[in-house]
Structures are given as C-alpha cells and as structure tokens.
C-alpha cells in the first residue's frame, strides 16, 4: 500500500527470527522495526554497489610505525598514483612511535579496493581498514 512516498507491505517472519532481531534493533537504538528494516536494505543496496564496481564512497584507515624505514615515502607514492579515487587524506600522531592516517576515497569499487590492498601489503603497516559506503546519490 503506498502513502505519497512512503510504501507499506507485510512480513512474515518465524518468531524466533522476530524476537532476535526485535532485540537487535533494541540494542542498537532503533526508533521501531521499519528503521531498521531501512537500515539493512540501504546497506544490502551499497553492498550490491561495491560488487557491481559503481562508483562508490569510503574511508581507508592505516596503522603504521613512522619510524618504519621508507615506509612514509613509499606510502606518499602509492598515494599519488591513486589521485583518481583519493579526496583527501589526514595524518595523525598518535604517539611517538604509532601514525594513524585516514583516507578518504570516491571512485569505481574495484580501484577503491586496489588501494586498500596495496596499502594493506606494504611491510610495516600494522593495520587497514576499508570502511565503505555509497555516494549518497542512490540512497535516500
């Protein structure tokens, strides 16, 4: 049934399934169970994105020892040849030894996902994340 833009349809869910998630959606702080239900098919829509290799958004998160030999000048080069998919990055100290750098990427899913790996595999970074998203444009 639709409402201007708002459409309405039923569900049928065993009660086991129901009371998992009515609990998951108690813990997460969901408003009602259609936020949630929200919630997932936009992330199921942006997980669809990332394998259909449309241009997508994210975060690229690296944990590395400054003091590592090379290490900064290698990670600069591998940065510039990714120009096309990096929009910014930012360098932060997090104490003598450890760097937390932060990268933000918009481009095709497949590229996105070659910087992470090549970052990923260079000798002296202790961890990467890709935290990925959409561009917005498809979601509402």
Sequence with gaps: MATGSLYRFGVS???ELIDRFD???T????ANRSEAIRDLIR???VQRQWAEND???GAITLLYDHHAHGLSARLMHIEHDFTNVIVSSQHIHLDHDNCLEIVAV???ARRVRKLSCTLKAIKGIKHVTLNTTATGRTLK
């Design 13 to 15: 869910l065993e009660k």
């Design 23 to 25: 609990e998951a959606i």
């Design 27 to 30: 813990q997460r702080k969901y």
């Design 43 to 45: 992330d199921s829509l």
């Design 55 to 57: 241009e997508v958004a």
């Design 106 to 108: 918009k481009g095709r």
